[in-house]
T-cell receptor, first 115, second 111 residues
Framework: EPEVTQTPSHQVTQMGQEVILRCVPI?????FYWYRQILGQKVEFLVS????????KSEIFDDQFSVERPDGSNFTLKIRSTKLEDSAMYFC?????????????FGSGTRLTVV | GESVGLHLPTLSVQEGDNSIINCAYS??????FIWYKQESGKGPQFIID?????DKRQGQRVTVLLNKTVKHLSLQIAATQPGDSAVYFC??????????FGKGTRLSVIA
């Protein structure tokens, strides 16, 4: 069964450093998403991406965040200057349609720890 | 949205019993709903979905019920097994808007 692959599985970084979280969505999917989950809390939407541009973003996705699809397979989330409160699980997801039919397929996540 | 914090609602059931997990969704305009299962250290996994033109949908051992009048969604798991232990989230959207997740419920199955 096709999977969304995320790397690394765990990233520890110093406060103020830049991090790049990587994702390989399912190959025939056209819509891509980043969500985050602070420990013990619900999954929160960050950003959606379609046709090489951001289609929607949440209040969390401020100027410190950016996304990119540098080639035909990777989808990255960059945090320019990490803060302690950025510590969370970050999930990438992809879907065939933008309506969410059959749900998004999520990756296993990257646990980001900012120290 | 409201934060759950570290204290997720918890449901403990005996193995073999039926489980019912409830969710109150927030947007009356939402027309598509999904239940996700999240096991420890993993991403959310699709279980079952339902559109707003339906009030019930059945899958293998799972049933989703939708009550639009009171904005309530429930997930019923028949003959609950230890492998069903996880956190369960409902999610909603309308059209092309991103899925919005609700509060999770931790299901613990007692063998």
């Amino acid at each position: 069964e096709p999977e969304v692959t995320q790397t690394p599985s765990h990233q520890v970084t110093q406060m103020g450093q830049e991090v790049i979280l990587r994702c390989v969505p399912i190959s025939n999917h056209l819509y891509f998403y980043w969500y985050r989950q602070i420990l013990g809390q619900k999954v929160e939407f960050l950003v959606s991406f379609y046709n090489n541009e951001i289609s929607e973003k949440s209040e969390i996705f401020d100027d410190q965040f950016s996304v990119e699809r540098p080639d035909g397979s990777n989808f990255t989330l960059k945090i320019r200057s990490t803060k302690l409160e950025d510590s969370a699980m970050y999930f990438c997801a992809s879907s065939v349609t933008g309506t969410g039919d059959y749900g998004y397929t999520f990756g296993s996540g990257t646990r980001l720890t900012v120290v | 949205g409201e934060s759950v914090g570290l204290h997720l609602p918890t449901l403990s059931v005996q193995e073999g019993d039926n489980s019912i997990i409830n969710c109150a969704y927030s947007n009356s305009a939402s027309d598509y709903f999904i239940w996700y299962k999240q096991e420890s250290g993993k991403g959310p996994q699709f279980i079952i979905d339902i559109r707003s033109n339906m009030d019930k949908r059945q899958g293998q051992r799972v049933t989703v019920l939708l009550n639009k009048t009171v904005k309530h969604l429930s997930l019923q798991i028949a003959a609950t097994q230890p492998g069903d232990s996880a956190v369960y989230f409902c999610a909603e959207n309308r059209g092309n808007t991103p899925l919005v997740f609700g509060k999770g419920t931790r299901l613990s199955v007692i063998a």
